[in-house]
């Protein structure tokens, strides 16, 4: 069992549209959760950081985490062509101490 | 957000040639730094993690004398492919982070191309 897992799509989202990636984890000692983007040929990105039970909103983004649920998400509200990329999840903490666990990523296409 | 830069961004090399990939903070102290490598349309593999000031450690299956990993100071650190060959040719990214609780931020990536 892969440690964080992501389905790798494509998502294809319709401009406009609310893209919805989810990521579940194993460790459940797990303390720090990301999500990153990454367009093709280039770096990952840090899009968002949450650490608490709950939902955190930045812009068109929101992050959900339920660690009783091993489970992050992300929204993407009203998707525009340049959201295209693949997003990464990443973990931190628990057995993996100050090592990220990435998931293998969400390809999103958005369609105009 | 924080910065960091990586240099070369691109580099091409013949076989058996060392090639040495820089990676700075810009704005900030990284206590931690990671090399990974990236083929295409693969994910990220972590290749090792490099703390200020001592040896790195290397993931499993990593030749550490292949690829030698040095962090002189809190905002450098450098990756030195030795006696490269064309299967070593990948995206090669760092990251890097001032505390083990907080966000890793990227470096834009070397290309290396190994002919």
């Known amino acids: 069992q892969k440690e964080v897992e992501q389905n790798s799509g494509p998502l294809s989202v319709p401009e406009g549209a609310i893209a919805s990636l989810n990521c579940t984890y194993s460790?459940?000692?797990?303390?720090?959760f990301f999500w990153y983007r990454q367009y093709s040929g280039k770096s990952p990105e840090l899009i968002m950081s949450?650490?608490?039970?709950g939902d955190k909103e930045d812009g068109r983004f929101t992050a959900q985490l339920n660690k009783a649920s091993q489970y992050v998400s992300l929204l993407i509200r009203d998707s525009q062509p340049s959201d295209s990329a693949t997003y990464l999840c990443?973990?931190?903490?628990?057995?993996?101490?100050?090592?990220?666990?990435f998931g293998a990523g969400t390809q999103v296409v958005v369609t105009p | 957000g924080a910065v960091v830069s990586q240099h070369p961004s691109r580099v091409i090399c013949k076989s058996g040639t060392s090639v040495k990939i820089e990676c700075r903070s810009l704005?900030?102290?990284?206590?931690?730094m990671f090399w990974y490598r990236q083929f295409p349309k693969k994910s990220l593999m972590l290749m090792a993690t490099?703390?200020?000031?001592?040896?790195?450690?290397?993931e499993q299956g990593v030749e550490k004398d292949k690829f030698l990993i040095n962090h002189a100071s809190l905002t450098l650190s450098t990756l030195t492919v030795t006696s490269a060959h064309p299967e070593d040719s990948s995206f090669y990214i760092c990251?890097?982070?001032?505390?083990?609780?907080?966000?890793?931020?990227f470096g834009p990536g070397t290309r290396l191309t190994v002919t």
């Open positions: 990251s890097a982070t001032g505390t083990p609780d907080y966000e890793q931020y």
């Open positions: 460790d459940r000692g797990s303390q720090s």
């Open positions: 949450i650490y608490s039970n």
């Open positions: 990443a973990v931190l903490g628990g057995s993996s101490w100050g090592k990220f666990q």
């Open positions: 704005d900030f102290q990284a206590t931690t």
């Open positions: 490099s703390n200020e000031g001592s040896k790195a450690t290397y």
